[in-house]
């Protein structure tokens, strides 16, 4: 505790006008009228360090958070590896890349910002600053282009998931009701409205999990052929079956097109990578913020410790991506 | 340590003014926008107690239903709805954030000499979470009303639980993040705000026990929080996560439910002893027994609370050798919780009990938790959890654990009460009030012992006539216990209109909030409150002018015990 420097007498509300949580003052000079200085605070630098406390506090809820998704990312990959293995070839490795080094060098100016707070370099500041929301900007534009090749090819979460095949809109034309739905494969049954109804694990559920019916067969539910299931893959058909979601021995090729289940895959990437997307976008706004500020004048040696904690924030979020990019682009 | 100048004090004004944070301001902007901690305290209360009414009135509904076997007054579709409310509501809404953020809030920063949270921003900002979250929770009625438990155990609240669901997830998710600040800024707090002087040995130990559950808040609610929003994921867009059909894993569900849910039973608990220590010691007018012991153990119970999750899944297909490990270390956190017990008891040894009504929550307390805490145990056994799984003997001891808490926080608002709101209580039909409580607690779930233990199964609709007994006699003990809720909230308003001012110091407590005027002025202090032993209650003498203890110097070569 700081009580060595003099009690303030700074007015509250002045305090109280100008900045958010978290934020607090700078180098504990003594000065003790400090515009910046909360009514609550003793010093600048016991509200430094509160604040520095707090924001170290909620990095490691952060991390928590995003710690549950890494778990659940962990056993889910270990039950099973052809999924992901199957799902990841559909990421473009070179945008990830560029986005990892865009990233971190957002972080390398992000820091240099906040040396400039400290050395009262205003300019400086501004600059690395608005660098640092360009990399914001640039992360996100290349996130934005990679979901919409995502999206247009049908690699979405859950019962959206729906890969254009060509092939399979080749086969199966009448497929309206959804494009992963219509054969139903399974190998329990050799009749497909049977199979469908058993609720094993099969690519033909795809579409209908979401629904309350996930028992109703598939509409369009007897093409001739009948596909083998994912326990017996000896009786695999002699023609793959269309729609490319029949059942098959993990990492079949053709892209996992014929391994189930590969919209999992897809809902983690759009979970890991949105909710991390949805902090980068928190970043964003905060360094704004920063930068309003900056251009205003507020920070100098003297305080600049909001500068220092969205720092803070904005490297957890690169340090996230830096797990994430391994995590979902570089499985082989 | 010298004492500082206090910046607070405003100049030209006398020491005593009239003005407390109560008439300092006022119009609702004064209160919705405020940054004073002790208002947001006081409106966290009033909306976590008709929180509680609410909740209370569901399980009123849902006792009511369970008179007769059959319908009696309502479908077995709105029999699942009124459970699952009243569970979630008292969980998440209520018990959760109860104590800490409500008394917590109130008398955190008093209790170490602060003016203020770390981040009263923050705070302000979390009452608003919980209150959004709160109504996201209520407005499932809205929409069918969600029937999972409280649980929303998956794959029934992913596939075919009712719409109602997505709302009280939704909610539940944002009362988090409400615990979770909370949290954040209560460690703050407590790390960079004592007053001067103020070593961590020097804190009352409602203070350790709020530090302790703020670890937990901050450490185990995030997980919830992705879980929540996984749940909600898998539900809108039909993903697999936890449906084995898709190549997800239900029990995964459990795991990640769990390893917050249960560590959420310590957020629920650890304040609740915290107060305990505070009732237990001012209301003897004796030393608190076994400071460190009472202080680490609390800091225990919130680690290994960490390490148990599993002992609710010993029949949801997890290994026989995981099963022993989490009982064992479910086993374990008996350890500090006794040491606690058995500490109070000895704080109680030869000390000049008063039985005022906090001191009857407490002591009613003590009771609950022995049972709750005991019958634990028959739970945390493998053996005996297969027989008594899923029975009404789990709803007993839960709730003799959970309930109990809110015994501690009626004991915490009848002991803050006076300070909070500057009124004196009705003190006998305060005292009439815990004894129904009591009374109607016990008839109601020690009952329930029985019928579990006897193989009724928790949450269902119908029964055999055999369990009639049984469901009447509990029912009966839940009307008496909400004629004793009517009762409380009936004396507690009339106090505020009609109740004698309050002295300063209305029960004989040494920690700073009782160094203050009620109710404390703005900043919490006139001047700043000297350092010293909180638990020591030498130097207060009652003093019938005042209505209430005051202190007086005792000369240095008088006897005093060393502490």
Redesign the interface.
């Known amino acids: 505790m700081a009580d060595a420097v003099s009690p303030q007498t700074a007015p509250a509300d002045a305090a109280h006008g100008s900045q958010g949580h978290g934020a607090g003052g700078g180098d504990a000079h003594g000065h003790g009228h400090n515009p910046f200085l909360a009514h609550h605070f003793e010093t600048m630098s016991q509200q430094f360090d509160s604040g520095k406390l707090g924001m170290w506090l909620f990095l490691g809820t952060e991390i928590l958070l995003f710690g549950g998704l890494f778990c659940a990312y962990a056993i889910w990959r270990g039950n099973h590896p052809e999924i992901f293995h199957a799902g990841h070839q559909h990421l473009n490795k070179t945008l990830g890349a560029i986005n990892t080094v865009v990233l971190l060098l957002s972080s390398f100016t992000m820091a240099w910002a906040v040396r400039c707070a400290q050395t009262s370099n205003r300019n400086g500041l501004i600059l690395g600053l608005t660098l640092t929301l360009l990399g914001g900007f640039g992360f996100m534009g290349i996130k934005y282009f990679e979901y919409s090749e995502k999206i247009a090819h049908g690699y979405r979460p859950g019962k959206y998931y729906a890969p254009k095949h060509d092939a399979a809109h080749a086969a199966t034309p009448a497929a309206a009701a959804g494009h992963a739905a219509a054969p139903a494969a399974d190998a329990h049954a050799p009749a497909p409205a049977a199979a469908a109804s058993d609720g094993h694990a099969s690519g033909a559920q795809t579409a209908a999990a979401g629904s309350e019916h996930a028992a109703t067969p598939p509409p369009a539910a007897t093409p001739p052929a009948v596909a083998g299931g994912a326990d017996a893959p000896k009786i695999l058909p002699a023609a793959v079956a269309p729609g490319g979601l029949a059942a098959q021995p993990a990492g079949a090729g053709h892209g996992g097109e014929d391994t189930p289940n590969v919209h999992l895959y897809f809902s983690i990437y759009f979970c890991l990578t949105g909710l991390h997307g949805i902090h980068v976008l928190a970043g964003m706004t905060v360094i704004a913020w920063l930068l309003m500020r900056s251009v205003r004048g507020d920070f100098s040696s003297a305080y600049f410790d909001p500068v220092d904690l969205g720092g803070l924030y904005w490297h957890l979020v690169d340090l996230i991506w830096i797990y994430l990019f391994p995590l979902l682009y570089l499985i082989d | ?1 010298a004492s ?5 004090a405003i100049a030209g004004q006398p020491a005593r003014s009239k003005a407390n944070y109560l008439n300092a301001s006022s119009g609702f902007l004064s209160w919705a926008f405020t ?1 004073d901690h002790k208002r947001i305290g006081v409106m966290y209360l009033v909306g976590i107690f008709t929180a509680f009414l609410l909740g209370g009135l569901f399980a009123l509904l849902v006792r009511t239903e369970l008179l007769t076997p059959g319908p009696t007054i309502t479908t077995h579709d709105w029999y699942n709805r009124f459970f699952t409310l009243h569970g979630a509501i008292m969980v998440f809404i209520v018990i959760i954030p109860g104590i800490p953020a409500a008394l917590g809030n109130f008398a955190l ?1 008093i209790m170490i000499g ?9 705070n302000l ?1 979390s009452f608003y979470m919980w209150v959004i979250g709160t109504l996201f929770a209520i407005s499932t009625l809205a929409f069918g009303a969600v029937d999972t438990g409280w649980t929303f155990y998956t794959p029934y609240s992913t ?2 639980a009712f719409n109602g669901m997505i709302p009280v997830v939704a909610g539940a998710f944002i009362l988090g993040f409400s615990s ?1 600040f909370t949290g ?2 209560f ?3 407590i ?4 007053a ?1 002087g103020m070593g961590w040995f020097g804190l009352p130990l409602f203070l350790w026990s709020l530090y302790a559950t703020a670890l937990v808040q ?2 185990a ?3 919830l ?3 929540l ?2 749940l909600l ?2 539900r809108t ?5 936890f ?7 239900p029990v ?1 569900f459990q795991h ?1 439910f769990w390893f917050y849910s249960h560590p959420a039973v310590y957020i629920m608990i650890l304040p609740a002893m915290g107060v305990m220590s505070e009732l237990i010691s001012v209301f003897s007018h004796k030393h608190i027994f076994g400071y460190k012991f009472i202080a680490f153990s609390s800091v225990a119970i919130a680690l290994l609370g960490f390490l148990v999750w599993g002992h609710h899944m010993f029949v949801s297909g997890q290994s026989n050798l995981v099963g022993m490990i989490f009982s064992a270390i479910t086993f374990t956190i008996a350890v500090p919780s006794a040491i606690k017990v058995f500490n109070w008891l000895a704080t109680m040894y030869k000390g000049s009990i008063s039985l005022n009504s906090p001191m009857l929550y407490a002591l009613s307390f003590m009771w609950i938790f022995g049972i709750g805490g005991l019958t634990g145990l028959f739970l945390g056994t493998m053996a005996t959890d297969v027989h008594l799984h899923d029975t009404y003997f789990v709803v007993a001891h839960f709730h003799y654990v959970m309930a109990g808490t809110i015994f501690v926080l009626f004991g915490g608002i009848h002991y803050w009460w006076p300070k909070m709101t500057g009124k004196m209580f009705n003190e006998p039909l305060a005292r009439l009030s815990c004894l129904l409580l009591f009374v109607g607690f016990n008839v109601t779930f020690f009952t329930q012992f029985m019928m579990g233990s006897h193989g009724m199964p928790r949450r269902y609709y119908n029964y055999p006539a055999q369990f009639q007994m049984y469901h009447q006699i509990s029912s009966a003990g839940s009307y008496i216990m909400g004629l004793g809720v009517i009762l409380m909230v009936g004396y507690l308003l009339h106090s505020l209109a009609r109740g004698r001012k309050a002295p300063d110091n209305p029960w004989g407590g040494a920690t700073f909030e009782w160094r203050t005027s009620s109710p404390p002025p703005v900043e919490n202090f006139h001047e700043q409150p000297v350092v010293d032993d909180l638990y020591d209650y030498e130097k207060l003498f009652w003093d019938e002018q005042a209505g209430g203890y005051v202190r007086r110097e005792v000369p240095d070569g008088a006897a005093r015990p060393a502490h």
Do not use: W
Not at chain 2, 4 to 8: M, T
Not at chain 2, 191 to 194: A, F, S
């Open positions: 340590m500082i100048s206090v910046p607070g940054l920063p602060a003016k203020d949270v770390a981040f009263p921003r923050l900002a596939k075919y979770i954040l800024n460690i703050v707090t790390h960079k705000l004592r001067p901050i450490l609610t995030p997980v929080g992705i879980t929003l996984l994921v898998e867009l039909g993903v697999g996560f449906n084995p059909e898709l190549g997800g894993d995964l990640f």
